[in-house]
């Protein structure tokens, strides 16, 4: 028997509580006969006053991950979707890989997620030298150039939002995203990378991109084009840039 609405796949998507965006931008982005199933990660709004509890909020979310993948796995999904970024990066290259593996041991799904999705739309063009945005706090920001660094990547430049908490994040305006985008841009750039799904940028990253004729990455975009992609589902989805209407 195959389901009714998701004939094609049932996504199961891991999303923090206090994130507000990946869900709208996930189902904007969402063709006929794949179904997005949403599996929220509690933990609470606590402030973000700097590194310590930005390295909390981590904490809080390894210790709550994964009773929301064992609840979402119920609905017998046929992916398991990562609406989450910063533990993809966090301590390195290695260590976003040992994620990967345990997740897909303890699911038995292939699993897509924000530091593999973005290593592949940067294989597209060849990009190496980059220019990033985070919402993070300097802790958040060293992991992210250290992932890139041992993925084999050079950092150009970084400029982390300091976002005063979880649910702050999706508060960043487009014209502050688009600010701090210019603000890392560079001729010594070849692509600019937007991390932290929190923030709303899949429709903002392809103006960005035409205005500066480089490649703008948004997170969520990255990762629902690999969930799409690697389960072989190629419909091409207007409006999101050319990794939904090209590749």
């Given at each position: 028997?195959?389901?009714?609405?998701?004939w094609?796949?049932k996504?199961?998507?891991?999303?923090?509580?206090?994130?507000?965006?990946?869900?709208?931008?996930?189902?904007?982005?969402?063709?006929?006969?794949v179904?997005?199933?949403?599996?929220?990660?509690?933990?609470?709004?606590?402030?973000l006053?700097?590194?310590?509890?930005?390295?909390?909020?981590?904490?809080?979310?390894?210790?709550?991950?994964?009773?929301?993948?064992?609840?979402?796995?119920?609905?017998?999904?046929?992916?398991?979707?990562?609406?989450?970024?910063?533990?993809?990066?966090?301590?390195?290259?290695?260590?976003?890989?040992?994620?990967?593996?345990?997740?897909?041991?303890?699911?038995?799904?292939?699993?897509?997620?924000?530091?593999?999705?973005?290593?592949?739309?940067?294989?597209?063009?060849?990009?190496?030298?980059?220019?990033?945005?985070?919402?993070?706090?300097?802790?958040?920001?060293?992991?992210?150039?250290?992932?890139?660094?041992?993925?084999?990547?050079?950092?150009?430049?970084?400029?982390?939002?300091?976002?005063a908490s979880?649910?702050?994040?999706?508060?960043?305006?487009?014209?502050?995203?688009?600010?701090?985008?210019?603000?890392?841009?560079?001729?010594?750039?070849?692509?600019?990378?937007?991390?932290?799904?929190?923030?709303?940028?899949?429709?903002?990253?392809?103006?960005?991109?035409?205005?500066?004729?480089?490649?703008?990455?948004?997170?969520?975009?990255?990762?629902?084009?690999?969930?799409?992609?690697?389960?072989?589902?190629?419909?091409?989805?207007?409006?999101?840039?050319?990794?939904?209407?090209?590749?």
């Amino acid at each position: 028997m195959t389901d009714s609405l998701g004939w094609r796949r049932k996504f199961a998507v891991l999303i923090p509580s206090t994130n507000t965006s990946v869900q709208p931008e996930f189902d904007a982005m969402r063709p006929a006969g794949v179904t997005n199933h949403i599996s929220r990660i509690r933990i609470p709004n606590i402030p973000l006053r700097g590194d310590d509890d930005f390295n909390e909020l981590i904490r809080l979310i390894a210790a709550a991950q994964m009773e929301a993948v064992d609840s979402v796995m119920s609905c017998e999904p046929d992916w398991l979707v990562l609406g989450i970024s910063a533990e993809t990066f966090w301590d390195g290259y290695a260590a976003s890989k040992k994620l990967k593996a345990e997740l897909e041991e303890r699911t038995a799904l292939g699993v897509s997620m924000g530091s593999d999705a973005v290593e592949a739309t940067l294989a597209l063009s060849g990009a190496r030298r980059l220019g990033i945005v985070t919402p993070y706090h300097p802790v958040g920001d060293r992991n992210v150039v250290r992932f890139f660094e041992e993925a084999g990547f050079e950092v150009a430049h970084i400029k982390g939002l300091c976002c005063a908490s979880p649910v702050a994040i999706a508060h960043i305006s487009e014209n502050e995203l688009q600010e701090a985008l210019f603000s890392v841009n560079g001729p010594d750039v070849d692509a600019l990378v937007q991390v932290g799904t929190n923030l709303a940028m899949a429709a903002l990253a392809p103006r960005v991109e035409a205005v500066l004729g480089k490649p703008v990455i948004a997170i969520n975009t990255a990762i629902y084009w690999h969930a799409l992609r690697t389960n072989g589902i190629t419909d091409k989805i207007p409006g999101f840039g050319p990794l939904l209407e090209r590749y």
